[in-house]
């Protein structure tokens, strides 16, 4: 046969039939093996003729196909709803249903995180309904079937979607079953390769026909170069499947046929909301609701309501609070306005009831919003007598297989034999098959259920929001004391040769004692505390220089490790001793930011950057990695919770060093977060170093902006549920064994975690950790001058009462435990630390 492009437009575009045979529906016989032939290799650049002409030799026997359709190229380009193809696609949904289904693909979904086959699902779904129409169902969705064991892919539900189809680059065991959220999975099968002739009569002949599921997938990209082949592939195929049918060894149909033959839990999902009212009607209709046991979430603004009716209006500070108001994050909107969806994310809303849509989207979107738009309102507009009327309508409204939301209005209920009505049809939808009646929440639990990170990072824009309105004025005298105190830890503990001061120091009886060596880390603290206190006017630009050109006089300028000149990881603070070999990468990130700073603070002319090029810096990164040395070897073990602050640091000295937390030019804010967040979760906790700390001296970087208000967020909220003040960081502990990491652990169970490097069993008892659980002083600074607001001044207000010591400095911490400070010892990070910060809280701005 050959079929002109033009004669095949013609038959669409004037309605006439495309197909021998449409609109037959096959019944699923329990005795046969369920057989999907799968035509794939269809994408925009497809010709509309060719894909006919594969079709017409196979559906004119009555078989099926499930064309599996790549709506967007690789260039990002989306088939045209008005191009030839589109309007053969929409011809095949409209008439061919039982013959046709199409099946959008796409690639590579088991490899993305839970986060990401939701938003993929999601667009794959919406751009299914911009081509197809806004009534398609869309119900099935392909991709690739990953190596090894096939595992379940619940989150394509959330764009609407309900069978999966894992499709093999070699031919594999083929199957499916039905997933615990509800997803008919496919996978498996046999993928047919390019070959001689008859290849694939041949391939569909030879497939193991005595397993309970055939899967046979051809490419009509590959097969086919014309209409011409595109018939005699499609012929090959149809009177194979014919022979095989006729036979009884298999049974032909279609995912979405399957999807009819099953129950239990692949039962589709009705969400009920009901719009509240004080009438007596309304208040008798949701009795009734809650008597039957049938679930649904009441829509209004009271507390007790489950959906927050949205005015029109306010931005997301008063969404916010409303919000708070009513304990929710559920938002009901009347037609979705594209420009108020970043306020609604900025409120921390999590769902929008829809309750007049008017575009395509349902799902999870880039904001990280999850529409679920109302697919049918019982309004009272028509009249109702029984429960079957109630059936009638929603079924004719919506269909039977697309989960949907489902909004009653006060009008509905106000004559009694219609409220009893529609609360009998609502109590049998899910024995009568015709769907799982749930609240919007038990809706959105289901088809779309949000990990933490996600919730995580919700609450942190609901805090965002509610902590706009406030502010805090500044009491200059508690300022200047805070910086005068800070600045006494320098003036007692600066060795007057070299300039340094100990990393520790703590009190014995009359006298004091201090840990006489002092790391990397160490001396770019004290450097930025000589700039700080400069920039504060604690100390004259005299004093400043005498002091920094000490400083800069005593850098380990001529150590080596490995053979290359490096700083070493720990110097003698009076220049007596060797100090520790070694590199520090990690701790020479921190030097060379607070050399930066020093740099800029004099402008030139200390011969700072002659010292940085001095070092052979740039031989320790190895393929974008930084690299420490220990025992003259080179070693791998920078935690990503430092290495991409390490990496801001290299990079100000022309040296570029990979972050962890890699670029995707296509995220939206929302995605490059989740990201940020799977990496840290499954490495370091969130501390307030060093992403506070990068605020303050560099300003933040997205990603460190994201952890750092996480965290935050996350202290608060321990503290409203505790009452115990909550500021988690690292630092040093007055016991042995002398230092710990605190911070937020993201997927673990009890979050709040105490690492302590000595594996020695006594320190990593829970009571152990539990007694050396503090409030870290300088994290509350640090807080203080990115975040002055109400929890900060709390922190604040409670390390000056019982941290600032005239006589020692600040002190390290404060025992949640006990309330007591680490008074007998403190450390240059705390002190030199809270001096940035308070240069900050001056200048707004960062040290660089």
């Known amino acids: 046969m050959n079929f002109t492009r033009r004669q095949m437009l013609q038959t669409v575009l004037l309605g006439g039939p495309l197909l021998a045979a449409g609109g037959v529906r096959l019944a699923l016989a329990a005795s046969y093996k369920p057989s999907l032939f799968l035509l794939g290799g269809i994408d925009p650049s497809t010709s509309a003729s060719q894909l006919f002409s594969a079709l017409d030799p196979i559906v004119s026997q009555n078989v099926p196909v499930g064309c599996v359709i790549k709506f967007t190229d ?6 045209p709803p008005k191009s030839d193809l589109a309007i053969l696609l929409r011809d095949l949904v409209t008439n061919y249903s039982g013959l046709v289904e199409l099946i959008a693909y796409v690639p590579d979904l088991a490899k993305d995180t839970p986060y990401f086959r939701m938003r993929r699902a999601s667009q794959a779904r919406t751009i299914c309904r911009q081509v197809l129409g806004r009534d398609a169902a869309c119900l099935s969705l392909a991709s690739d079937m990953p190596a090894g064991d096939v595992f379940e892919i ?163 500070l008063d969404i916010s609070t409303q919000m708070d108001a009513t304990n929710t994050n559920c938002l009901s909107v009347t037609a979705v306005d594209p420009a108020t969806l970043p306020e609604f994310a900025s409120a921390g809303v999590e769902t929008l009831s829809d309750t007049s849509p008017t575009n395509d989207f349902s799902g999870l979107d880039g904001y990280g919003l999850f529409h679920l738009p109302i697919a049918y309102t019982f309004d009272g507009s028509r009249k109702i007598r029984t429960a079957d009327d109630v059936r009638d309508d929603l079924l004719t409204a919506i269909g039977s297989r697309n989960d949907a939301a489902i909004r009653i209005t006060p009008a509905a209920v106000q004559d009694p034999v219609a409220m009893q009505a529609i609360v009998s049809a609502f109590s049998t939808f899910e024995t009568a098959g015709i769907g799982k009646v749930v609240s919007l929440a038990g809706f959105r639990k289901f088809a779309a259920p949000m990990g933490e990170k996600y919730h995580l990072l919700t609450a942190m824009n609901h805090q965002r929001a509610l902590a706009s309105q406030e502010t805090l004025t500044e009491n200059q005298a508690e300022l ?38 002092a790391t990397m880390w160490d001396i770019g603290t004290q450097i930025m505390a000589l700039v700080s206190a400069n920039i504060l006017g604690v100390i004259g630009d005299a004093e400043f220089t005498d002091r920094t050109t000490r400083l800069l006089a005593h850098l380990p300028t001529t150590s080596r490790a490995n053979g290359l000149l490096l700083p070493q990881t720990a110097v003698s603070v009076t220049g007596r001793q060797p100090g520790e070999a070694g590199f520090d990468a990690a701790d020479a990130g921190r030097l060379l930011i607070s050399l930066k700073a020093l740099e800029d603070h004099v402008g030139g002319g200390m011969g700072i950057p002659e010292i940085v090029a001095g070092w052979e810096l740039q031989e320790t990164i190895k393929n974008g990695q930084i690299r420490s040395i220990r025992n003259e070897r080179f070693t791998s073990n920078l935690d990503s919770g430092y290495t991409h602050y390490v990496s801001r640091g290299f990079a100000l000295w022309g040296m570029n060093v990979d972050s962890p937390f890699p670029e995707h030019t296509e995220d939206t804010e929302m995605d490059a977060a989740m990201r940020v967040l799977g990496v840290m979760e499954n490495s370091a906790l969130l501390s307030t170093e060093p992403h506070v700390l990068e605020a303050v001296e560099m300003g933040y970087s997205a ?31 007055d016991r042995e064994p002398w230092f710990s990491y605190q911070g937020y652990k993201i997927g673990a169970d009890d979050p709040w975690k105490v690492n302590i490097i000595n594996s020695t069993a006594r320190y990593q008892t829970a009571g152990f950790k539990r007694a050396v659980t503090m409030v870290s002083t300088k994290s509350a600074f640090l807080w203080s001058a990115v975040r002055p607001q109400a929890y900060s001044q709390l922190l604040i207000n409670y390390v000056r009462k019982n941290a600032r010591f005239e006589d020692l400095g600040f002190a390290s911490g404060i025992y949640t435990a006990t309330g007591l400070a680490t008074d007998n010892y403190s450390d240059v990070n705390t002190n030199g630390i809270i001096l940035e910060a308070l240069a900050y809280r001056k200048r707004n701005k960062p040290l660089i």
């Open 154 to 316: 619940n989150e394509i539900r959330a764009g609407g979607f309900r069978n999966l189809l894992l499709l093999p680059g070699q031919p594999r065991t083929a199957g499916y079953w039905e997933t615990s959220g509800g997803i008919l999975q496919f996978y498996g099968g046999n993928p047919v390769a390019i070959g001689p002739a008859r290849m694939i009569e041949t391939a569909i002949n030879n497939t193991e026909t005595a397993l309970d599921t055939l899967i046979v997938y051809v490419s009509l990209k590959e097969h086919a170069t014309n209409d011409a082949d595109a018939f005699l592939m499609g012929a090959s195929i149809g009177d194979a499947l014919v022979v095989k049918n006729a036979a009884g060894d298999v049974f032909s149909t279609l995912p979405s046929e399957v999807h009819l033959q099953s129950r239990g839990t692949y039962d589709r999902l009705i969400g009920l909301s009901v719009e509240r009212d004080d009438t007596p009607a309304t208040l008798a209709f949701i009795t009734a609701l809650g008597a039957a046991n049938t679930p649904h979430s009441l829509t209004g603004g009271a507390k007790t309501d489950d959906c927050l009716r949205y005015t029109g209006a306010g931005v997301a």
């Open 74 to 79: 690789d260039d990002g380009n989306t088939l």
């Open 703 to 733: 990603p460190t902006r994201t952890l750092a208000d996480v965290l935050y967020t996350q202290q608060i909220k321990a503290f409203e549920a505790s009452g115990n003040l909550v500021c988690a960081s690292e630092g040093p502990l």
């Open 480 to 517: 200047d004391k805070d910086a005068a105190t800070a600045w006494r830890f320098f003036e007692l503990f600066t060795d007057p040769e070299t300039g340094l001061v100990p990393g520790t120091v703590w009190m014995e009886g009359e006298g004091r004692s201090s840990y006489p060596f």
